[in-house]
């Protein structure tokens, strides 16, 4: 705090998940066959962010805060895993099982999401409340057309019981409050690479090949979500007696979803916004 009025902070995160699995079953339950499966994994995430607020009391009624700030996240994960069939029953370990038994499968996938955004709000003698938001995101799991999408948001609320005028009915009505909002957010939960052309691992007639597995989307971009709100919040005898209603609508686009294409592209689907 280098003024009163004015705020850093910095808050820096680093999660390690680590597992070390192993799965036997015996051959008596499973096909006369005594089967291991081994896998190891590890995911590392890094979490930064950093905002400035400065907050400010202007004439006692006049309440002021504005806060602007940057994100970052990036996260990696790497898995190794092995079935190992007809392994030796008294020595149940992948050693003991022929390579021509074994059956491997590892991933490798990466995202990385970085956020800059800004938030100001505004109140006069705690009756008028007033707050606007914008934010952009650039997130790695997006096409390299789209990876940025810019988000926002308004909303403002009216503190009826706190006017003047209110004040014969405080005794029996303790909150009376208007508000409305309207926003634009975005969703990019969806699994990495889903924007890249990708290849996938395949055997064929005993040697081991990469054949296209999924097409490549350029243009694929964040779902967005608009929703506006309008409610009422009341209070009855000092809030022994409280409640909402709330009307709202909201609206979807550029859906993250799989879509069916022709098979003469060479594949059943594409992954798009639709």
């Given at each position: 705090?280098?003024?009163?009025?004015?705020?850093f902070k910095?808050?820096?995160?680093?999660?390690?998940?680590?597992?070390?699995?192993?799965?036997?079953?015996?051959?008596?339950?499973?096909?006369?066959?005594?089967?291991?499966?081994?896998?190891?994994?590890?995911?590392?995430?890094?979490?930064?962010?950093?905002?400035?607020?400065?907050?400010?009391?202007?004439?006692?009624?006049?309440?002021?805060?504005?806060?602007?700030?940057?994100?970052?996240?990036?996260?990696?994960?790497?898995?190794?895993?092995?079935?190992?069939?007809?392994?030796?029953?008294?020595?149940?370990?992948?050693?003991?099982?022929?390579?021509?038994?074994?059956?491997?499968?590892?991933?490798?996938?990466?995202?990385?999401?970085?956020?800059?955004?800004?938030?100001?709000?505004?109140?006069?003698?705690?009756?008028?409340?007033?707050?606007?938001?914008?934010?952009?995101?650039?997130?790695?799991?997006?096409?390299?057309?789209?990876?940025?999408?810019?988000?926002?948001?308004?909303?403002?609320?009216?503190?009826?019981?706190?006017e003047q005028?209110?004040?014969?009915?405080?005794?029996?009505?303790?909150?009376?409050?208007?508000?409305?909002?309207?926003?634009?957010?975005?969703?990019?939960?969806?699994?990495?690479y889903r924007?890249?052309?990708?290849?996938?691992?395949?055997?064929?007639?005993?040697?081991?090949?990469?054949?296209?597995?999924?097409?490549?989307?350029?243009?694929?971009?964040?779902?967005?979500?608009?929703?506006?709100?309008?409610?009422?919040?009341?209070?009855?005898?000092?809030?022994?007696?409280?409640?909402?209603?709330?009307?709202?609508?909201?609206?979807?686009?550029?859906?993250?979803?799989?879509?069916?294409?022709?098979?003469?592209?060479?594949?059943?689907?594409?992954?798009?916004?639709?």
């Amino acid at each position: 705090k280098p003024i009163p009025q004015l705020t850093f902070k910095t808050t820096n995160g680093f999660e390690a998940v680590f597992v070390d699995s192993r799965q036997y079953w015996s051959p008596e339950t499973h096909k006369g066959s005594a089967t291991v499966f081994t896998y190891y994994s590890k995911d590392f995430r890094y979490t930064t962010s950093n905002t400035a607020t400065y907050a400010d009391m202007f004439n006692s009624k006049h309440n002021v805060r504005v806060t602007v700030g940057q994100e970052a996240m990036t996260d990696t994960y790497n898995y190794l895993g092995a079935r190992s069939n007809n392994v030796d029953p008294m020595i149940p370990f992948p050693t003991t099982s022929t390579a021509a038994d074994d059956q491997v499968a590892y991933t490798h996938q990466s995202e990385s999401l970085m956020s800059f955004f800004g938030i100001a709000d505004y109140n006069y003698d705690s009756k008028y409340f007033i707050q606007g938001s914008v934010r952009a995101d650039g997130s790695s799991l997006f096409g390299a057309n789209n990876k940025w999408g810019l988000f926002w948001s308004l909303g403002g609320s009216w503190n009826i019981s706190s006017e003047q005028w209110m004040e014969s009915s405080r005794n029996w009505l303790s909150q009376l409050k208007l508000r409305a909002s309207y926003g634009v957010n975005g969703n990019n939960n969806i699994s990495p690479y889903r924007a890249y052309g990708t290849y996938g691992a395949l055997e064929y007639n005993g040697t081991n090949g990469m054949l296209p597995s999924a097409p490549a989307n350029p243009d694929l971009a964040w779902e967005k979500n608009a929703t506006w709100n309008v409610g009422i919040d009341y209070g009855f005898f000092n809030h022994r007696l409280t409640g909402s209603i709330e009307v709202y609508d909201r609206l979807t686009t550029d859906m993250l979803l799989s879509k069916a294409t022709p098979y003469t592209t060479g594949f059943g689907s594409n992954f798009m916004n639709v």
